[in-house]
């Protein structure tokens, strides 16, 4: 069974940074493309950014230029270098493959951000 734990979330205020960790078990992530996703309050949850096996990284809306996707296949973990947070950054992280079908669903990350 994979299991996905997201961290590194808090309550930061706005112009602040953020680094968020996911680390995979159950299963590698080393040749999959990963994606980041939030979920807004009272929203759907959407893609923010991802990584593909080689580093190579996309960004969704304002993302672009703030956030910076990483990984470490050694250690099966991605991560997400959120700055310049602005407070509709605001919402529950995920990470998860990219492709369908996803993995089990980790229980997210709280990111808020205070303006």
């Known amino acids: 069974q994979v299991q996905l734990v997201e961290s590194g979330g808090g309550l930061v205020q706005a112009g602040g940074s953020l680094r968020l960790s996911c680390a995979a078990s159950?299963?590698?992530?080393?040749?999959?493309?990963m994606g980041w996703y939030r979920q807004a309050p009272g929203k759907q949850r959407e893609l923010v950014a991802t990584i593909s096996r080689d580093g190579i990284t996309t960004y969704v809306g304002s993302a672009r230029g703030r956030f910076i996707a990483s990984r470490d296949n050694v250690k099966n973990t991605v991560y997400l270098q959120m700055n310049s947070l602005k407070p509709e950054d605001t919402g529950l992280y995920y990470c998860?493959?990219?492709?369908?079908?996803?993995?089990?669903w980790g229980q997210g990350t709280q990111v808020t951000v205070s303006a």
């Open positions: 998860n493959k990219y492709s369908l079908p996803s993995w089990p």
């Open positions: 159950g299963s590698s992530l080393s040749t999959l493309v």
